[in-house]
């Protein structure tokens, strides 16, 4: 809302008491009814490449080829492994995943010293289906120990955690993480070698899609990690975003279909901050807490998740045209986690 | 002595092969010059890779509000050179113009960052470095910086007049009376400028370490008061030799305390300099109000060193003119400085030209102890002591009405 001021007032006022029209429309001036963004643009002398949004500085974009991934082909990317079919019938999935250290421009022009599996950040979006055997080879390349530690039902020495199975895992160290995809629903994992928060921070994490027997509803499928980076090592993040580069779905939208169904397997692995939220505008979306339900906790438009929670949100958009999401803790927001959905028809 | 029949010079160019005394001066600058060029050209053998990530520092140096936009001028402290990647006002990030190039050891760069500011409220600043580092830089109250037109640097002259010039020349006012009094009584009054003059002399030291702190380091910081105390020191008892072996030389007897009134309305003038450029810099930030209540502070407290300038004069007939250019130089260039801390205040240079006033003042009071001197040849005997003490008291009440 712009604010009302008297100088505002007074000038948008000369024009009138003149009574003299044409001059009030061929005279630059703003009226307190403007919209904030417009004022905004006013004040700043020129349209900025945000669209009065919060936004990197223009001109710059972050090399998605140097770093190796793009958040657009994150989103989608959805990694089922290889297969395998034993005599019982029963499918082994495997994969290979690797630490390594690796520096990612999180920002237009501003490096950062990650560590990553297979050298991303969220690491790949593992998925898999309910009762299925899952074989994760995991190297270690990164100078540094590190564990993979997954969320689920598993054996305590599948753990990935210190002192337990294969327990940190060496530089140059293999090992073998074996366990049953078990339950159904949205699980992440994460590295789980002291000092733990440095060891998610720095990016080692990523997202575990069990998927129910019976599968789910066909839909336009997409994963959002939201994460954070402290570039300055003060235990507060200075970047925050969905998958990792802050504004990269405000630059480029994440297009959508009119009345398709929109299923977002959202994850909070943020350090640092209690909690993370998403937001959707110009519509609600169901809620299933942690994936494992088949019905939704609520229909609602703004979720909250501490690290380590995640769900299911699914929607459709009954309107075409744009509509941003984003944290709605206002700071993480003009700090990066936002974004918006171009709806076609 | 007469073994060889040559003479010691003769030795001594025999020794160091009969090379000209130039080149022997010249030899171990042209070997450093060659040593670093060798130095360098083999890319410093032997200490291998450089340790550790770049050291990135930068000073806000100045802070310029306009409607829309917070402009950051900043110097690079540090040994490396400093990219500004991005910019956050009050945890958000903002478009920004600037510093599109890093900026090298001892650069400087202006960055404008488009913010709708609010008068009146708080901000903090951040630029992200190209290394993720943050410069962070805090605007406690938010208020528009004063356009820097004509009737700007009129209203900084007026405040320059009120503050300084008008103050002096009404403390010069005291000369017909200080004629008059008894000798003993004269040696009170100057006893009185000391004591005024040692209570500045502090005051503006302190003042400068302070502005010091603030500024750039890389120029040395507190260093930068101390060293412009002794430059002004040594310059100011430079001149006054310079002037007594001219006085010698003309044999014009009396011309002693015209001297010595120049030097203290030279380090007076030094002195209101530096308060000038208090004043300025404060008003361009916001943080005077300009109430008639400081402005008579000042005049209150500048007034008395009006006193300081004549004393030493008191014996004499100086003309009207004289004395008014003595008390424009005293009072003068606290315009100057009202321009300079408004338009261009740089916290490294204001610390320096502090320590110059300092500096000033101490040298100015080495020259009027003697002054002080009763018919034992003692200084401080109990008239002066009460003096002195009289002069610190006046300065430390009048300064209590100001405070910048």
């Known amino acids: 809302v712009a604010r009302l001021t008297r100088r505002k007032l007074l000038a948008g006022s000369v024009p009138a008491l003149g009574g003299a029209a044409l001059l009030h429309s061929t005279v630059p001036h703003r009226h307190p009814w403007d919209t904030e963004a417009q004022a905004a643009q006013g004040h700043a002398g020129h349209a900025a490449m945000g669209g009065g949004h919060a936004s990197f500085r223009d001109g710059a974009t972050v090399d998605h080829a140097a770093n190796g991934f793009d958040p657009h082909t994150i989103a989608r990317d959805f990694d089922w492994g290889t297969t395998r079919r034993l005599a019982s019938g029963r499918v082994v999935r495997e994969w290979e995943l690797y630490a390594a250290d690796k520096e990612i421009e999180v920002a237009p022009g501003v490096k950062f010293a990650a560590w990553t599996y297979n050298g991303r950040i969220p690491g790949p979006t593992l998925r898999a289906r309910e009762g299925d055997r899952l074989r994760i080879s995991f190297a270690n390349a990164s100078t540094h120990p590190h564990t993979i530690h997954f969320h689920g039902i598993h054996p305590a020495e599948m753990d990935g955690v210190p002192g337990l199975g294969a327990g940190e895992i060496a530089p140059g160290g293999r090992t073998v993480y074996e366990f049953d995809a078990l339950p159904a629903g949205l699980h992440l994992y994460h590295c789980h070698v002291r000092p733990l928060a440095e060891h998610i921070a720095k990016g080692l994490y990523g997202a575990l899609i069990i998927d129910p027997a019976d599968g789910r509803e066909d839909a336009d499928e997409l994963v959002m990690v939201m994460n954070g980076f402290d570039t300055n090592f003060d235990r507060a993040n200075e970047f925050y975003a969905a998958n990792t580069i802050g504004f990269a779905y405000m630059d480029k939208p994440i297009v959508a279909r009119k009345d398709e169904l929109v299923r977002v397997y959202l994850v909070n692995v943020l350090e640092y901050d209690l909690v993370n939220s998403f937001h959707l505008h110009g519509n609600l979306f169901h809620y299933f807490p942690t994936g494992t339900g088949t019905q939704p906790s609520e229909l609602t438009d703004t979720v909250m998740l501490c690290q380590g929670q995640r769900g299911i949100l699914e929607w459709r958009f009954p309107h075409p045209g744009r509509y941003m999401f984003h944290a709605h803790q206002s700071e993480f927001t003009e700090l990066g986690w936002q974004g918006f959905f171009e709806v076609v028809g | ?404």
């Open chain 2, 1 to 404: 002595m007469e073994a060889g029949g040559a003479t010691s010079d003769e030795l001594r160019a025999e020794r160091t092969g009969g090379l000209p005394a130039w080149l022997l001066g010249l030899l171990p600058l042209l070997l450093i010059a060659a040593a670093i060029g060798a130095f360098a050209a083999l890319g410093a053998p032997g200490l291998g890779e450089r340790r550790g990530p770049p050291a990135e520092e930068l000073a806000v140096e100045r802070t310029v509000l306009r409607p829309g936009t917070i402009a950051l001028t900043v110097r690079n402290d540090g040994p490396d050179p400093v990219r500004i990647a991005q910019a956050q006002v009050n945890d958000a990030f903002v478009q920004f113009s600037g510093g599109e190039q890093p900026i090298g050891h001892l650069h400087s760069e202006t960055v404008h960052l488009q913010q709708p500011w609010v008068e009146g409220e708080a901000y903090e600043v951040a630029l992200i470095t190209s290394a993720g580092g943050t410069i962070t830089h805090e605007i406690p109250v938010a208020v528009e910086t004063p356009a820097t037109g004509p009737s700007f640097f009129g209203l900084m002259a007026l405040l320059g007049i009120y503050v300084g010039v008008i103050p002096v020349a009404l403390g010069m006012l005291w000369l017909p009376w200080i004629r008059r009094i008894p000798r003993g009584w004269m040696r009170a009054v100057m006893a009185l400028t000391v004591g005024l003059l040692a209570f500045l002399a502090v005051d503006a030291t302190l003042e400068g370490l302070e502005l010091a702190g603030e500024g750039s380091q890389a120029f040395g910081g507190a260093t930068l008061v101390l060293i412009g105390a002794a430059a002004s020191y040594l310059l100011l008892t430079g001149v006054s030799a310079w002037l007594a072996q001219r006085r010698e030389a003309a044999r014009t007897a009396g011309a002693s305390g015209v001297n010595l009134a120049l030097l203290v309305a030279v380090g007076i003038g030094l002195h209101n300099l530096g308060e000038g450029i208090a004043i300025g810099s404060a008003y361009s930030v916001g943080a005077l109000a300009l109430g008639a209540f400081l402005v008579v502070g000042f005049a209150i407290h500048n007034t008395t060193e009006g006193l300081a300038i004549v004393a030493p004069v008191a014996h004499l007939r100086p003309s009207l003119g004289r004395l008014a250019l003595l008390g424009l130089i005293a009072g003068g260039p606290a315009v100057l400085g009202a321009w300079i801390g408004a338009a261009a205040f740089n916290p490294s240079l204001a610390a320096f030209l502090f320590g110059f006033g300092a500096g000033a003042i101490v040298q100015v009071i080495v020259q009027l102890a003697p002054s002080l001197r009763d018919g034992g040849g003692r200084t401080l005997h109990p008239t002066a002591v009460a003096g002195l003490l009289c002069g610190l008291a006046l300065m430390f009440t009048t300064g209590l009405l100001v405070s910048v």
